[in-house]
């Protein structure tokens, strides 16, 4: 077990400030059945272990989201959220729509024999709380609060806590959104209007296995540090997704953008290293904390997506 400790800056007289938020540490799950063991099937969205012995619906569950994570094989590391839509059996999970919708499981390396862990997965509520529980700043509407951003199938959608309703609400559709799941492998940009910093501390086990993040191919991507640690852009091996445009101009390139002190910094591989759109400065040491995230954007109209590929930054 481990923890790591983040900070929410404080917005002023001026405005908000913006923080970009990621979940590094392993969540425990109390379901019953095998939360460790050998996969016996794989279509191209379900998982199926014949001796799993799952509570049905337990794992799908709107309230107690899960993500199940390979652990050995050639797709050791992909880690994907199982469905709150399609309820498990004892023996079968389903993916989440969004996971189907960029990547088929039965061509990515998953087969059986392939071990598995399932992890809680956190939620807007029990990370962000209650203004009472956390400090975040509710309102009757969210020109009023915090607003949490994250993205959704590639559309970004944003929830502040409705302090009429005690709950999470999404702005615009003004539906219930408490249980909105925080992917491990995606950040969130958090827009605080409270005029006093908030600080978490994240608690959970920290990762034994290399990373196999989802980045679309198109677009963009809220990819979160998965690691308890810092890391740079040079180690990061983003320009090393499959299909990166790597340009001497910025304007042709992708781009990872990362959040300075409320100010968005923009950068780009000009196929030697790495350098911040503007004052073209060589970037392969800019860092991105521990907890925190970046904005990939990817040129072009590409469907699906590229799979990062991480080592563990550590040693256990």
Sequence with gaps: ?????????????SGRAITVLSLPLNGSSTASG????????VTANTLTNSNAGWTAAELSSAATPHVIRITTGSAAGRCFLISTTDANTATTITIDAEDASLVDLSTVGIVADDSYEILSCDTLATIFGTPATTGIQGGANSTEADVAQILVQGQYRQYYFNTTRNEWVRVGTETAASNVPLRPDAAVIFSRIGQSPIEFTLAGSVPSTARKALVRNSGPTLLANGWPVGITLASSGISELPGWIKDGAPNVADTVQINVNGAWRKYYHDGTQWRRIGTN??????????ASGVLIGKQGTQTGAGTLQQSLPYSL
Excluded at 281 to 290: E, K, L, M, Q, R
């Design 281 to 290: 400065t060589p970037s392969n040491d800019v860092p991105f904390d521990a």
């Design 1 to 13: 077990m481990g923890s790591v400790t983040t900070a929410i800056s404080a917005g002023n007289s």
């Design 34 to 41: 095998q939360m460790r063991g050998v996969l016996t099937g």
